[in-house]
């Protein structure tokens, strides 16, 4: 079967890469891309045989899936259409509240979707190293994150930062939210056992680099994944696409997708 897919934010630059990414493939097409009412990319032709609209409602008609990386308020508007249309999903926005991860619980009750805050298969493998070091090592080695990406982003830390941040908390058998520790200022006293601190650096065109620390007695460990293209976002995702359609509903991760085994 070749899957259908509705791109969103054509104009956008990682929506820019899943079109480039698709060109070529015999197991998915871009059925239709959809942008914001008012993008200045609406009526254009973005891949063979596609133009950009605004109507999201026939771009998720004509697709058996869509691929996200928008906003995080169109992220939560889109799921809520697509749940009406019980439409499969691949959602890569970071930068989600609440209220977005809300919409998305709501899609999953009624169809699948794959929420990855990166789709990148190094990445991905990353989280399951930082996992088990931190398993290993312990709080002991005082764990840290530090991310880099380029001047245009818009959430601080990255979705992938706060996702390798929890895995070490995984791995330390600790709850994220009791012991992270966003950035630091001012008198903070000393750093208390256990606790996970991420800090974020902007600047430039960096695409994504993500370093897990681990500081023991006269040692540390660095793991680091370093992005040179978006390309390795947008193939990920279109496995994900390729992957998803057809599965019962569910919210699922880019583990899933590869295959990994979880614990
Ligand atoms: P961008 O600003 O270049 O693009 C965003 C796009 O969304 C624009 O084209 C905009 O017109 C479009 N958009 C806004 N509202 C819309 C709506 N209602 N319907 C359709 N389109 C709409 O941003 P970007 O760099 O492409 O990143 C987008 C998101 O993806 C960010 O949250 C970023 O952090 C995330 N991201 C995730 C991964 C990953 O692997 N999960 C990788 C890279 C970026």
Redesign the pocket.
Known sequence: MTAQVCV??????????VIEAASGRGDLEIAAA????G?R?LGAQVHPGVVAT?D?AAGLDTSDVYVD??????TR??ARVAALARRAAVI????LGADDEAAIAALAKVAPVVV?????LG?NMMLGFVREAARALGPEWDAEVSEIHHR????SP???ALAIARAIAAGHGADYDKVKRHARDGDVGARPRGEIGVTAIRGGDV??EHTAFFFGAAERLEITHRATS?SI?AV??LRAAVWVVGKPPGRYDMLDVLGFAKS
């Open positions: 969103l934010g054509p104009s956008g630059k990682m929506g820019r890469a959809v942008d914001s009412p993008a990319i605004a999201l990386f928008t906003t995080p308020s169109a508007a889109v890569g926005t970071t930068g990855a805050a990166n789709f990148s990445v245009a982003k818009r959430d990255s979705g992938t695409i994504g978006r976002f990920g995702a």
